[in-house]
C-alpha cells in the first residue's frame, strides 16, 4: 500500500519538476517583462524537438543537447521579443497577449507541417538500471528529472534573485522609467529576460522529451500546468513557482492513480479555479506594495 | 438641441453595409452563401466582443463555450421537447445571457490574465458537460439538428439562411451601436479610464461588467443558435478554446473600441480560412501570421486604416482655434441657468458636513484619528497639513472610498452608514482628484453628461435608447452638462476628448462634472496642484463664483496655503492624524501650533 503511494508519489514529482521548470520560466518574463506569455507552452515544444534533433539526428552527447537545447530556444525567444513583442510594448495588454496567443499557434504549425502525424521519440537520458530504495522501485530517468529539473529550477530562482541582472529586471517592472533613469537599459533587459525564460522554457522541453514525446501536442499540454503552476504559486515568486509545479504535479498523479485517469486535467483546472476563487494572490505571494 | 440626424445615419450605416453584403450573395452560388451565413455569425461576435472586451475591457476565452450553448439550446430544445426554431432560438439566447451571468458574477473580481483563466475553465467545463450529457447532447459522437420551420415554411436553401441571420445580425448590429453611441457605452469607457473616477459618480464597475457579459453572450449564443441547423451535426470540438482564441483576435484585429471593428475583424477573421483553402496545409500558419502582422503593424486594428487614410485625404485638419477667455457674461448665463429658478440660501446654522471621531488606522498606524469636523452649509472650508497628515484618508472616509474603523459621517444631517464610493452622489456629495480623474478618452461634454448621475446600469440602458431617439430626458441631461462646461469656461472645447487639455482645463472638467448635479457638497482634493500662478488664480475665481452663485459648500484639501487661506474663510489643520487647529483662516495660520507643526518654526 505504501509503497503503491511512493510509487504515485514518484510519478507526481516528476511531472512537477517538469511543470516546475515550465512555471519558473513564466515568472521569470512576467517578472521582468509585465508580459504573460501564452507561447510558453509552444517554447517548451519547440526545446523537445531541439532534443530530438541533436540528439537523434546530429547524435550528439546528451550533456551537449543539455547546452544547446536552452540556448537554441532562448534565441529564439528573444527574437520573438525583438521582432514582435517590442514594437507593440505600448500597446493594449489585450494586444500583447493576443500576439503571445498566435505566435504559440504559428510555432505549433511551422513544426506541425513536416512532421504531422508521427509522435518521434528520444531516448532516455540515462538507461542504466533502476533503483532499489527498499520496495520502491525508481528508474534512473525518473530520478534524474527529479533531482536535474528541481536543481535547475532553483538554480534559475537563486540567480534571478541574486545577480544584479534579476534586480535590474525587477526594477524595470516595477517602474521602467525610474530603472531608466537609474542607467538601465530596457531593450537589453527585456531581450535577455526572454532569453532566461525561453531557455527555461527549453530545458523544460529536454527533460519532458523521453517522458512525454515529441510532437506538436507537447504545447497545450504544457501551457496549461505550467500556468496553473503559476497561479497557485502567485505568478510572480520563482518559490511559488517551483512549489506549485510540485504540488501540482503530486495531485495529478494522485487524482489520476486513485479516482480515474480521465481526472488528470481535469484536476488542474479544478486546483486553478480554487486557487482563483479563495487566494488569487497564489499561495506563495510576494510581499507587495498594496495599490491605492 | 436639434434632432440629430447625424447620429440615425451613424446607427443605420453599419446595418446597411451588412444587409448590402447579404443580399449581393444571394446572386451567387450555395458555398458563397454558406460562407456569407459564417460572417454573418462571426460578425455578430465581432460586435459582442467589442463590447465586452473593447469597452468593459474583460478579456475571455469563453466565447466558443457561449456559442456552444446556443447551439445545443436550441438543438435540445427542438429535439426534445418539440419545441418551434425560433423558440428554441429564443431559449437559446437566453441560455447564452444565463451563462453570461454565471461567468461575469466571479469574474468581475479578476483582470487580465487571471481573467483568461477564469474563463478558460468556463470554456473547458461547458465543453465537457457537453461531452458528458450524453442523453441530452449526443456527446462526443454529436447532435443531429432537425429541420428549421418558421411559421410552418421550412428553411432549406443557404439563402434563406443568409436572410434570416442577416435579419437578426442587423437587428444585434443596431442594438450594440445603440449602446455603444449610448450612455451604456460612455459609461464603460469612462471605467476603463479610471475606475475611481467611475465609481465616484456612481457607476458601479462590476456592475457594468456583468451586464457587458450578459449581453456580449447573449449575441453571441443567438449567432450559434441560428446557425447550428446549417451545420446540421453538432460536436462539441467545434465550440472548443481554440474557437474562443481565434474569436477573441476578431475585435482586436478589427479595432477594439468601435462598433467598425467588430464587424470588419469578424467578418474578414472568418472569411480567411476559407480564402486561405487555396494555400491549403499552409492556412493555420499563414492565419496566424497575418494575425501577427496586422497587431504589430495596426495596433489599432484594421479601422485605424481609415483614420489614416482619412487624416492623409484631409490633410490636418485645422486645429480649433485657442479658446478665448469666455466672456464673463456668457458664464454668468450658464450659472444662472445651472443654478435655476430657486436662489440658494441656507438657513444659519445649517451643518453640511459632521464627522464625530472618525478613526482610520493601518495596521499600528493610525492615519485619521478621533476626528470631529463640522462644515458649515453655504461655506468653503479648508484642510491643510504637512505630508502624511491624514488628509486624503479622512477625505476619502467622507466621500465613501474607505469606510473608517469608527465614527460617524453626516452629511446634511443625513448619517452615512456602509453606502459605498458610488452612493455618495445621490446624497448630493460630488468630488474632484488630486491626480486628475477624467475620462481621458471621453468628449468633454460626455464627461459632464456622466457627471449628471443616473448611472446605474438599467438606466444606462433606457438612457443609451432614449439618446439614439432623441428623446427629450437626454436632450436635457446635454443641455445641463453644456451649461456646466460653460461655467467653467469651457464651451468652446466641449467636443474635444478631455485626455487632449491641457492640466488646468482637465481640472475645470472635473469641476464642470462635479457641478453639474447640482450637489450640496464638493469635495476639492488639492484643485490647483501641478498648475500655473495665473491658472491658480483663475480657477480661485471659479470656485468662488460657483460657491457663491450655486451656494455649494465646498470642502478643499490643498498644499497650497496662499491660495487656500485665500480661498476659504473657514481652515482646519491636520497633523499625524488630529486636528490640531481650526477657526478664521487668517487667524490660523497664525497660531504658534500651527506655525510649529506646518512650517517647523518655533
Known sequence: ????????????????????????????IHKATKTVNFAHGALIMLGAYATFFLLERFKLPYWAVYVLAPTLVGAVSAFLEFAILRPIRRADMFIVIIATVFLAIALQEAVRLPYDVEMLSVAAVLEGDPLFLGDLIVTQESMWIIAGAFLFAILGALLFAQAGLGRSMRAMAQNIRGAQLCGYSVDGVYVFAWFVGGGLAGLAGVFSAPSLGVSPELMVATIVPAFVAAVIGGFDSLRGAILGGLILGIVENIAATYISAGLKSAISFLILFAVLMIRPEGLFPEGRVRKV | ???????????????????????????????????????????????????????????????????????????????????????????????????????????????????????????????????????????????????????????????????????????????????????????????????????????????????????????????????????????????????????????????????????????????????????????????????????????????????????????????????????????????GHLAGAHPVSHPKGLVALKTASVSKSYGSLKAVSAVDLTVAAGSMHGLIGPNGAGKTTFFNTISGFIPPDEGTIEIFGRRMAEEPARARIRFGVARTFQNVAVYRTLSCLDNVIIGVGENDVVASLWHSIDEAVGGRASRARRERALNALAAVGLADVAGEAAGSLSLGNQRRVEIARAIVSKPKLILLDEPVSGVGAEEEERLKELLRSLNRELGVTMFVIEHNIRFVVDLCERLSVMSNGRIIAEGASAEVIKSDDVRRVYFGEG
Open chain 2, 1 to 335: 438641441m436639434k434632432r440629430d440626424g447625424a447620429g440615425f445615419r451613424e446607427l443605420a450605416a453599419p446595418v446597411l453595409v451588412v444587409w448590402a453584403g447579404a443580399a449581393a450573395s444571394l446572386f451567387f452560388d450555395r458555398y458563397t452563401q454558406y460562407v456569407t451565413a459564417l460572417l454573418l455569425v462571426a460578425i455578430m461576435v465581432g460586435i459582442a466582443l467589442v463590447i465586452l472586451v473593447g469597452l468593459a475591457r474583460m478579456i475571455t476565452l469563453a466565447s466558443g463555450a457561449m456559442m456552444g450553448l446556443g447551439a445545443y439550446g436550441t438543438a435540445a430544445m427542438m429535439v426534445h421537447w418539440d419545441a418551434p426554431f425560433l423558440v428554441g432560438v429564443a431559449f437559446a439566447t437566453a441560455l447564452g445571457a444565463l451563462g453570461g451571468l454565471l461567468l461575469g458574477l466571479p469574474a468581475t473580481r479578476f483582470r487580465g490574465h487571471h481573467l483568461a483563466m477564469v474563463t478558460m475553465v468556463f470554456q473547458f467545463v461547458v465543453i465537457i458537460v457537453i461531452s458528458e450529457w450524453d442523453s441530452l447532447t449526443g456527446g462526443v459522437e454529436g447532435m443531429r439538428v432537425p429541420q428549421a420551420t418558421i411559421a410552418g415554411y421550412a428553411l432549406k436553401a443557404d439563402w434563406e439562411y443568409v436572410v434570416l441571420i442577416a435579419f437578426f445580425a442587423g437587428l444585434s448590429i443596431l442594438f450594440a451601436g445603440i449602446l455603444i453611441r449610448g450612455h451604456f457605452g460612455k459609461a464603460l469607457k469612462a471605467m476603463s479610464a479610471t475606475e475611481v473616477g467611475a465609481e465616484a459618480f456612481g457607476i458601479y464597475v462590476a456592475g457594468y461588467q456583468v451586464m457587458a457579459f450578459v449581453i456580449s453572450s447573449a449575441i453571441i449564443a443567438l449567432g450559434g443558435a441560428l446557425f447550428a441547423p446549417e451545420i446540421r451535426i453538432l460536436d462539441p470540438d467545434q465550440y472548443g478554446i481554440l474557437s474562443s482564441v481565434l474569436m477573441l483576435a476578431y475585435p482586436i484585429v478589427g479595432g477594439m473600441t468601435s462598433l467598425w471593428g467588430g464587424i470588419i475583424g469578424g467578418g474578414l477573421l472568418r472569411a480567411g480560412p476559407e480564402l486561405l483553402r487555396v494555400v491549403d496545409e499552409y492556412q493555420e500558419l499563414v492565419y496566424a501570421a497575418i494575425v501577427i502582422a496586422v497587431i504589430v503593424f495596426l495596433p489599432g486594428g484594421l479601422v485605424e486604416i481609415y483614420g489614416r487614410v482619412a487624416a492623409a485625404l484631409g490633410g490636418k485638419r485645422a486645429k480649433a482655434s485657442p479658446p478665448e477667455r469666455p466672456q464673463a457674461a456668457a458664464r454668468a448665463a450658464a450659472l
Open chain 1, 1 to 28: 500500500m505504501l509503497i503503491d503511494f511512493l510509487f504515485v508519489l514518484v510519478g507526481g514529482l516528476k511531472f512537477g519538476a517538469i511543470y516546475a521548470l515550465g512555471a519558473i520560466g513564466l515568472v521569470v
